[in-house]
């Protein structure tokens, strides 16, 4: 669904839009952290952002890596269970919308509660997929379906163009496909980059 929240609010001239504000983040900055539960919600425009919690340990665990045209942040609908962390992977630029306003815009403009829905169903489509692969895949392809999943190319908030796949470490990986980074590691190794291609820029930790 091809729709821009903040040119469709500011091309009908919608009450209450000089509340969206926009930020400029430096990489690796933390924008929200547990045990912090009201955010704002904010729009990607620019670079990527990975979410995640801590492990008991205290380790970072990824949930997703977000690109230009993601929202995230705490809606409040969970009852205090929400226990998140996002960090910028690049310099990014956001635009951070109210919460009060964002409910507001999203129950109450059955155009933009349409498009919302849409962002919530993709959102949960992506989640149920990616349980599916770390359930019935083996190590090979599910390290092969997270590669094309990141494919995509995006622009920081400095300009510079970035291969989604290139901002993930293994560890991110890992995580994402429920396997360990060693067998990350070793699949790509051994498996997918046996043909000629070079090694993935994928770190070993953030």
Not at 2 to 22: C, H, M, P, T, W
Not at 98 to 120: N, R
Not at 121 to 140: G, I, M, P
Request: proline residues 3%; glycine residues 6%; charged residues 25%.
């Amino acid at each position: 669904m091809d729709f821009s929240l903040f040119n469709y609010l500011r091309e009908n001239e919608v009450e209450g839009i000089s509340q969206v504000k926009a930020l400029e983040i430096e990489k690796g900055e933390l924008l929200y952290q547990p045990p912090q539960r009201i955010t704002p919600i904010y729009e990607i425009v620019k670079g990527a952002i990975r979410i995640g919690s801590y492990s008991p340990n205290g380790e970072e665990i990824c949930f997703d890596i977000l690109k230009p045209g993601d929202f995230f942040g705490n809606l409040q609908y969970l009852n205090g269970q929400f226990s998140e962390f996002a960090k910028s992977l690049t310099p990014v630029v956001l635009r951070s919308y109210d919460l009060a306003f964002f409910k507001k815009i999203t129950t109450q403009i059955p155009t933009v509660s349409e498009w919302f829905s849409h962002k919530l169903v993709s959102r949960w489509c992506r989640a149920e997929d990616r349980l599916f692969a770390v359930r019935s895949l083996n190590a090979q392809e599910k390290v092969q379906r997270i590669l094309k999943q990141f494919q995509e190319h995006i622009e920081d908030g400095t300009g510079r163009k970035h291969s989604i796949v290139n901002l993930l470490t293994l560890q991110d990986m890992a995580d994402l496909t429920g396997m360990t980074r060693q067998t990350v590691s070793k699949v790509i190794k051994e498996e997918l980059f046996r043909s000629g291609h070079k090694r993935s820029k994928l770190r070993s930790l953030a």
